[in-house]
């Protein structure tokens, strides 16, 4: 382009429509007009941030031709006279600058009203009052750009689908770009621009520039943009640590591998002892298997009374008042992250937004990232399609094996920006002051409290008898195993959803196992071999119970393989293991995840049981004698009613009344969880990492709404 | 009720699917928190191991050294052994002649033989359910804000000499009573807090109080009519009120329906244990029925209650006043669960045309309804604690020396009598006669069963008769008794006997003994192809002849399979 073509066009006002500094340094200049199209003169080697810069000019189109420098400054001098030259001081210090308030109101996007309502909500909680107008909906995130960018006289920038150029993108070290929102963008000789979602304080803007030993100018950006533009420069690299963290903090925690050396040694050769002790003593063998299956049966089943009866009629768990959530400080309140992994669930992501807006929590305050997998574009265009407040946030997770919830989480772990951080999932329900409610726990609990976990039930649990069992079984769980775990001090295995935690110890222990398909057991494990405690708080999320046995046993399937995983990775040194849990700790560990096992010898015990009452064969008889006939009838009679009396007392604890009678029929669901537990056991062998997906939005009553 | 709290507001939320606005009763999910609750334990463990303690060493002096054991006992033990240590083991030796859980709860005490054969495990039995009743009591009397008042009675309870006897002796009543105890009290509990916790415990300490003694059913029964009336009343929701119904009924209707499930599965007959079963206590008169007829049983029940339980005169017009004037449901609920347990054994009596049915120790359940009345009494009349506390320490006093005297004159009973002799004296009973000609003592039994030791060679008998000597053995799998492989394979070995066994050993002046009816004359050595062996004043062991028709030896396991009974309940 030559300084004729451009004199032909050029109108020196036009380029005042860019920040001056941000032209200068760029090399980019707004030279005239041509119908809707914004004519701009550029000698930039940041070509497309120019053209972004130049995009941020609402209401027209932009081209972009290339120019000498010369050119460039000599339209600049013109537009720009040296008496005009900007104070490089912050306008906000400026007596006449307006106000951000008197900016949206002078410019239509919020009413008086709408911007009074945001002030009252200042008062209480200390928010910017951009951020709360952003936040609950009443401006976009780019009309409060516009605004701040005319309010701070800063250029702002569209980085949607910007490609930045890794080598200057990367020229801030990682941890410090996530931490500070700063994505350098563009560079100019010795100046780096960055994309930022709010003005730097000038202490940060100094250590900015003496990390790159130059010149920092500032571009304002939306927060989603810059959390999407990170994505897109470290996306490899935080799927390697979203992987492979744990795998390499501390492989001896991480479920990658099935079974380590020592276990295939092991296990080998208990088959093969037993293998030659059949050959030799055929009943003598059957013997001692039965008699040592029956007494674990029945160990575990005292256990779960034990639990389960100290719970019943305690207040184990942390109880939070509604006078203590009244005495806390909004302004206090700490960020909060809330993770939701969704895969294949767009139908719900409406249903989604609606319950999360219902929490009783600063919406400025709540970074709420919902994780989607990148081949799941329906959910992700779904989300996309309702617009929301910047507090939601999408994340993407590239896609990789092992396409897991876990390393979903851990995904958006990278980019939690809250002192504490829970995973919901897509349907869950929370109470709405749970999350006042576990911050009220966290603060009046001892410091090593890193992690509490909240009730869970279901809310369409009229749905079917599935459903039914499925919300007495957890009455159960959360009701009474659980607090009972919580007072006994020893490792609890954490609910799928609801898990509060302190951020900043859960990434210090290596987050999620991406390789285990119930990560949540396994961190309540590795939280207290770590030496913190869980606790639980009387406080409930409702989620959708399956309702669809095929679906259910999918799911449970993949609970069972996960705790059978679980199990066989911190029992691969079984002294290590009692050494950092303790003797009680232990046995508790083995009795509630190893447990789990016990599902794999009810069919054959029922079997036994059954061909003996209608054959009275002999055979089945001897393999019962003396003692080992006593451990297996108590299992039989009292395990089984324990079990069942405790389903019972666990729906009348939540006061579930209707449900009594149909947790007399537990056992029919007991033969439903062995079904799924075979099924789990052998997936363990042939696909130990696959995720069994489980179908949400099965509750058409409660979709309907 | 008295206490309705208000739930939070979350589970508010949730309740408000299953309760009706309508209704003015709220049974929550437990509000408790933990604190005292560690406390409170330690005061349990305290005042267990205390009275079990005290009964359990009264109990090995009653037993070891004034040798006074009940024969029911002694019976429960045998076949508690014969779980452990038959040949094979057998869960079916327990039988049905007794309530089931009065012998297995003997289970542990004997997993070692010498916890028989030292006879320890009767009073080391007896006195820990007797500590258990102890915890309960203080418990029940901690809510009803007894205060530490509560300690003396308590120490009043336990030195009357009816529940001394129960809880020292190794008699099957005082594990009914531990859990009955357990179970009204919690239903006090729930009546005062809502709580459905107490439906819980209430539940499961009833279910075990019916198979510890059947006349609990009833209290039972009593106790599901309370809970679904008194929801019903305030206006519950039908599904609180079944839901509730079936957490307190669940566990018995398990319990018991898995009695009756054994009850037909083994003896083809499901009432089995209603018909033809014994109480826990066999006392003197019951080999033989005493008529009865409505006279003579409500004179008798008199004479129990008077001197068994006077307390129950003082309460049971106390709650009857109590309900009428302060229309306290509890109290009338409490003076109908008192006048059961007065009229149970009554009833008893007359269906089985028994008088005999009514024993002492039926005394023990009206005993300890009176002491929950006074608890409640004691709740609810705010303004009169300190006389209802008065008149029930009172009441518990002048029971000591009345039951005292119970004990020497009441007609139907085990070893009260020689109990009362002995602690009287400090001599040892052996051989003495208590009431209703009962010969006191295990001497003979111990003689036999020391004649028996070493390696003697296999002894066929009726275990239901000769139980006594095969407890001292502690050995059960040296007899061929009726519970190794029922009661026709047993007669069958009678009858031709297998070619190991050496010897019959006879209950010489027992009239059940179905090896001496078989054999009467070698039972009274007689029979010059018996040689006697051994001789003791109630037993005789004879050498079986060689030209007796034989079968092969076999080993009992090898038996058929039951139907057994291990036959009736022990008579001396």
Request: with cysteine; net charge negative.
């Amino acid at each position: 382009m030559s300084a004729a073509e451009i004199d032909g066009r050029h109108d020196p006002t036009v380029a005042r429509l860019l920040s001056e500094r941000v032209s200068r340094t760029l090399g980019v200049v707004a030279y005239g007009l041509e119908g809707d199209t914004l004519l701009v003169a550029s000698s930039s080697t940041s070509a497309e941030v120019a053209e972004r810069v130049a995009q941020s000019v609402p209401g027209y189109e932009i081209r972009l031709v290339e120019a000498s420098q010369v050119i460039v400054d000599a339209l600049l001098d013109e537009a720009y006279p040296a008496a005009d030259a900007p104070e490089l001081v912050a306008l906000a210090s400026r007596p006449d600058q307006p106000r951000v308030g008197e900016l949206l109101l002078e410019l239509g996007v919020a009413s008086d009203e709408e911007i009074q309502g945001a002030l009252a909500e200042q008062q209480r909680t200390g928010d910017r009052l951009g951020d709360i107008l952003v936040h609950s909906g009443v401006i976009t995130e780019a009309e409060m750009l516009a605004v701040l960018s005319e309010h701070f006289d800063v250029q702002h920038v569209d980085l949607t689908g910007f490609q930045a150029d890794p080598e200057i993108a990367t020229s801030l070290p990682e941890s410090f770009s996530r931490d500070s929102g700063i994505v350098p963008v563009a560079k100019s000789g010795s100046t780096l621009f960055v994309a930022v979602a709010e003005r730097l304080s000038p202490a940060l803007h100094a250590e900015l520039e003496a990390q790159t030993g130059g010149q920092v100018r500032e571009l304002l950006a939306t927060r989603t943009a810059i959390t999407e533009l990170m994505q897109r420069v470290h996306g490899e690299r935080d799927m390697h640590d979203a992987t492979y963290t744990l795998m390499e903090l501390a492989p001896q925690n991480s479920a990658h591998r099935v079974l380590s050396s020592a276990q295939k040694v092991a296990m080998w050769g208990l088959i093969a002892l037993t293998l030659v002790a059949l050959v030799l003593a055929t009943v003598t063998t059957l013997i001692v298997i039965t008699g040592l299956c029956s007494i674990f049966y029945l160990a575990v089943s005292l256990y779960r009374f034990r639990l389960a009866y100290l719970a019943l009629g305690h207040k184990l768990e942390i109880t939070v008042t509604d006078e203590e959530i009244a005495a806390l400080d909004e302004r206090d309140l700490p960020v909060y992250t809330l993770l939701l992994p969704l895969y294949k669930e767009a139908s719900i992501v409406g249903r989604l937004a609606a319950g999360l807006d219902a929490l009783d929590y600063p919406k400025t305050k709540l970074d709420i990232k919902l994780l989607c997998e990148e081949d799941d574009t329906e959910t992700i265009d779904a989300i996309r399609a309702l617009q929301l407040p910047p507090h939601y946030q999408l994340l993407v997770v590239p896609d990789s094996l092992p396409k897991t919830k876990p390393k979903a989480c851990n995904y958006g772990l990278l980019f939690a920006r809250g002192q504490y951080c829970v995973i919901y999932d897509g349907e869950d329900r929370p109470d709405p002051d749970q999350l006042k409610k576990a911050i009220v726990a966290f603060r009046k609990s001892p410091d090593d409290l890193a992690c509490i976990q909240a009730k869970l039930n279901y809310f369409n649990r009229d749905q079917n008898l599935l459903t039914k069992w499925f919300s007495i079984e957890y009455a159960m769980h959360f009701d009474l195993v659980l607090p009972g775990l919580d007072q006994d001090g020893v490792p609890i295995p954490l609910g799928g959803t609801s898990n509060h935690f302190v951020t900043s110890r859960l990434r210090e222990l290596g987050a999620w196992d991406p390789f285990n398909v119930t990560e949540d057991a396994d961190l309540g494990v590795r939280l207290h071999k770590a030496g913190y405690s869980t606790q639980v708080m009387d406080s409930t999320t409702l989620e959708e119970a399956n309702s669809e046995v095929g679906n259910w046993i999918r799911q449970r399937s993949r609970w069972c393989k996960g705790y059978y995983q679980t199990w066989l990775v911190h029992m691969r040194n079984p002294v290590r293991l009692l050494s950092q849990l303790g003797l009680k700790s232990f046995l508790s560990f083995n009795l509630v995840v190893g447990g789990a096992f016990v599902f794999l010898l009810n069919p054959i015990f029922w079997a036994l049981t059954t061909i003996f009452i209608l054959t009275q064969a002999g055979f089945i008889q001897q393999l019962f004698p003396g003692f080992v006939f006593y451990a297996a009838a108590s299992m039989l009679f009292v395990g089984n009613f324990t079990f069942l009396y405790m389903n019972l007392a666990g729906a009348l604890q939540r006061g579930y009344f209707g449900l009594a009678k149909y947790a007399l029929l537990s056992p029919i669901y007991w033969g439903l969880m062995s079904l799924a537990a075979w099924k789990g056991a052998i997936q363990l062998v042939t696909k130990p990492f696959y995720w069994e997906k489980t179908v949400h939005g099965l509750d058409h009553h409660e979709a309907s709404k | 009720m008295t206490a309705v709290a208000t739930p939070p507001a979350a589970e508010a939320q949730q309740r408000a699917h299953d309760t009706p606005a309508q209704s003015d009763l709220v049974q929550l999910p437990p509000r408790h928190s933990d604190e005292g609750a560690r406390g409170r334990r330690y005061e349990s463990l305290a005042i267990f191991f205390l009275f079990a303690a005290a009964f359990g060493a009264l109990g090995y002096w009653v037993v070891s050294v004034l040798h006074v054991v009940p024969f029911d006992a002694l019976d429960r033990l045998t076949r508690a052994l014969m779980v452990w240590h038959n040949d094979p083991p057998k869960l079916a030796a327990i039988g049905f002649a007794f309530p089931p859980l009065t012998t297995v709860v003997l289970l542990p005490f004997v997993v070692f033989s010498a916890g028989a054969s030292s006879l320890v495990a009767l009073p080391v039995g007896s006195a820990i359910f007797a500590g258990i009743t102890m915890v309960g009591l203080n418990r029940a009397l901690d809510r009803a804000e007894v205060g530490r008042l509560r300690y003396g009675l308590l120490v009043l309870v336990a030195v009357n000499p009816i529940v001394a006897f129960a809880a020292s002796t190794g008699g099957g009543d005082i594990v009914g009573i531990a859990f009955a105890t357990i179970a009204v009290a919690a239903l006090v509990g729930w009546y005062a807090t809502v709580d459905t916790r107490y439906l819980v415990s209430g539940g499961m300490a009833f279910a075990l109080a019916t198979v510890a003694s059947y006349g609990f059913i009833p209290w039972w029964l009593l106790g599901a009519a309370l809970v679904g009336v008194t929801l019903s009343r305030h206006r519950a929701s039908d599904d609180e009120i079944e839901g509730s119904l079936i957490l307190f009924l669940a566990p018995g209707v398990f319990i018991l329906g898995v009695w009756i499930l054994f009850n037909a599965v083994v003896v083809g007959e499901p009432v089995f244990w209603l018909t033809d079963a014994a109480s826990t206590t066999v006392n003197a008169a019951s080999s033989g029925a005493i008529p009865a007829d409505l006279g003579a049983v409500l004179s008798q029940t008199g004479e129990l209650v008077l001197l068994g339980a006077p307390l129950a005169l003082l309460v049971l017009p106390a709650l009857v006043v109590c309900a009428a004037v302060q229309r306290n449901e509890l109290a009338a609920w409490l003076a109908v669960f008192l006048l059961v347990a007065i009229a149970t054994p009554a009833g008893l009596a007359l269906a089985r045309d028994d008088l005999a049915q009514i024993d002492l120790q039926d005394a023990l359940p009206i005993f300890v309804i009176s002491l929950i009345g006074v608890m409640w009494l004691h709740q609810s009349l705010l303004q009169a604690r300190a006389l209802v506390l008065a008149l029930a320490a009172v009441g518990l006093v002048i029971s000591i020396p009345v039951a005292w005297r119970a004990l020497d004159v009441y007609p139907y009973q085990s070893m009260e009598q020689a109990f009362r002799a002995g602690l009287s004296t400090r001599e040892d009973q052996e051989g003495t006669m208590s009431r209703g000609g009962l010969e006191v003592g295990v001497l003979s039994e111990r003689a036999m069963a020391e004649f028996l030791g070493g390696d003697r060679g296999r002894v066929l008998t009726d275990n239901a008769q000769s139980f006594g000597v095969i407890a001292l053995t502690g050995r059960p799998s040296q007899f061929l008794d009726r519970a190794d492989g029922g009661d026709a394979a047993w007669r069958r070995a009678a009858a031709r006997p297998p070619a190991d066994v050496k010897y019959f050993l006879f209950a010489k002046n027992a009239s059940g003994d179905e090896l001496r009816s078989m054999y009467p004359l070698a039972a009274r050595g007689e029979d010059p192809r018996f040689l006697t062996v051994y001789d003791t004043p109630r037993y005789r062991l004879v050498a079986v002849p060689t030209d007796l028709g034989r079968v092969d030896a076999v080993r009992a396991g090898d038996l058929p399979t039951p139907p057994t009974t291990s036959g009736s309940p022990a008579t001396p």
